[in-house]
């Protein structure tokens, strides 16, 4: 363990809502400049996995640690995007103004954000293909257009490690895409991401690693290697008909 | 200065620093926690004088702060012990508020305080407390504590303007982004508290929560930016404390009352009206596309 150049080490990790465990001695280990989809059935503690690692709810038993480091010390490196559903849309606030959330922790206490600090915001949001909306009331946004300020919003962190939960649910297909080639650009820099992920047809396309989770990690390695029936099967249980990918009838739109 | 110039000063000042303090609760979904802080701050002002058998605005304002912190601490505690949030306040504040009243009744009784004037306010009488300030000159004690609590509420305003925005629109960014969120949470309580305490005396307990919570609302209505809604809020609270005044004298009639329901009034022709969020003008026109 110690040779190895695992960036994120948990070791039996388990948490619980009220009295229900919803994990229970969960054990894996992520490799840097990675790219891997957390799946399983609904329930299945996939966003309580990621929030536990991230001190947003309570340990029961086990320990993480980020870069060899404990969550307090790597927090600067790590980066979360949480569910879309997760804040207010109606704040009176704009795109912009959000991105620029993501700088505060490095702007401090006593300051005000500066120019620099909103040309960082905008150009992440440029990235985003957002820069149209930067002045747009949030609520006046649509699913896909808020899911990308919140990449934006990530982005601009500028963390070695990103956790993403449900990033592509309920967007639009060229969102999808423009969030993939994000994910895509984050990994050709060094940068490791796991995401939380709902769609079993899209693992092998946009993923190098996949985690079956339900309750406890079912399967963990490259997509080529865990990606199968048998593992599908065994995280969702008996009666999962499952399209493979030579089978479906999906045309991507071309945007 | 008259006696109606000081009245309307001191209603104004209630206006102004309830109006910013409550933009913040609307934005954070604490307005409850408002309804709760401005009956528990009576139990904290009891003991307080029971501590040390006067009325100071100082003593008046520690035990408010303290009262404060406490029903923070005590929803809190309950929520994360199971108890619905909702529930959790129910049951703090209306205990608090009890020992509060029962406390008056058994072992205070004999002053300036019992449980109408908590309630209800009488910012009649604040004229008749003067005290001298160097500059300034003789100037109504509850007028006095409200310009120093608007001073820190807008001093804290300022200074973290930017992790109150933070911390009201997505709390748990700002943890991962290693803020202090509770100690935020807290001070946030803290300058409810000291509001409460010192609109206690004009407008009481219950009509506190009106000024906390409705110039704000409508502010609301009229603005998709945190600082215009800061400014429109405040300013819908000095505006009911005039127009509240005027209705009063008008109908001779409860000053804090007419306040409170001018902000009601202020509300509903803001929700008719309002250009972007009015319910006319989703008559008028069509929901635009976006």
């Known amino acids: 363990m110690i040779v190895s150049n695992s960036i994120i080490q948990v070791e039996h990790l388990s948490a619980a809502y009220q009295k229900n465990t919803v994990l229970t001695d969960i054990n894996f280990e992520v490799k840097a400049g990675t790219l891997t989809s957390i799946v399983g059935p609904n329930g299945a503690g996939k966003s309580t996995l990621i929030k536990t690692m991230l001190a947003l709810h309570p340990t029961l038993t086990g320990k993480v640690s980020f870069f060899g480091k404990s969550f307090e010390k790597a927090k600067k490196q790590i980066g979360y995007v949480p569910q879309r559903g997760s804040v207010d849309w109606d704040f009176p606030t704009n795109a912009l103004d959000v991105v620029t959330m993501g700088l505060y922790g490095k702007i401090g206490f006593f300051r005000i954000p500066m120019k620099k600090d909103k040309q960082k915001a905008f150009e992440a949001l440029e990235k985003m293909g957002m820069s149209a909306y930067a002045n747009r009331q949030i609520s006046q946004l649509s699913g896909g257009q808020q899911q990308r300020v919140f990449l934006a919003r990530a982005l601009v962190q500028e963390a070695d490690l990103y956790f993403m939960d449900e990033p592509l649910a309920g967007v639009d297909a060229s969102t999808e895409k423009a969030i993939m080639a994000i994910l895509e650009e984050l990994k050709k820099q060094g940068k490791t991401v796991m995401v939380v992920h709902h769609d079993l047809q899209t693992v092998p396309e946009y993923f190098d690693h996949v985690l079956f989770l339900n309750h406890t990690v079912y399967a963990h390695g490259t997509v080529e290697e865990t990606f199968t029936d048998s593992n599908i099967i065994k995280t969702y249980g008996g009666n999962m008909s499952w399209l493979r990918e030579g089978d479906k009838n999906v045309v991507h739109t071309t945007s | ?290």
């Open chain 2, 1 to 290: 200065m008259t006696f109606t110039a000081w009245i309307i000063v001191t209603a104004a000042l209630v206006g102004l620093s309830c109006g910013l303090m409550g933009v913040f609760l609307i934005l954070r979904k604490q307005a409850m926690m408002a309804d709760a802080i401005s009956h528990t701050v009576l139990l904290g002002i009891v003991v307080a004088y029971m501590v040390s058998q006067q009325i100071t605005g100082m003593s008046m304002l520690i035990g408010g702060i303290l009262a404060g912190l406490l029903t923070a601490f005590l929803v809190q505690s309950l929520h994360s012990m199971k108890v619905r949030h909702d529930a959790s306040l129910g049951i703090v504040f209306t205990t608090l508020f009890a020992i509060g009243v029962i406390l008056i009744s058994t072992s205070v009784g004999n002053v300036h305080l019992d449980v109408q004037h908590a309630l209800m306010g009488e910012i009649t009488f604040i004229p008749f407390t003067t005290t001298y300030v160097p500059g300034l000159g003789d100037i109504p004690k509850a007028t006095l504590l409200l310009m120093v609590v608007l001073l820190i509420v807008v001093f804290f305003i300022i200074v973290f303007y930017k992790e109150w925005k933070i911390t009201s629109f997505d709390p748990v960014l700002a943890a991962s982004l290693g803020l202090p969120v509770l100690l935020l949470h807290y001070l946030f309580m803290t300058l409810v508290s000291i509001t409460t305490v010192a609109s206690f005396d004009a407008v009481g307990a219950i009509l506190v929560v009106a000024m906390l919570i409705t110039p704000a609302a409508t502010a609301y209505l009229w603005t998709d930016r945190l600082m215009l809604m800061l400014i429109l809020s405040g300013g819908f609270g000095v505006l009911s404390a005039f127009i509240g005044y005027g209705i009063a004298a008008w109908l001779d009639t409860s000053i804090s009352g007419a306040m409170a329901l001018t902000t009601g009034l202020i509300f509903i022709v803001s929700f008719l009206s309002s250009p972007t969020h009015g319910l006319l003008s989703r008559w008028v026109k069509p929901k635009q596309l976006i």
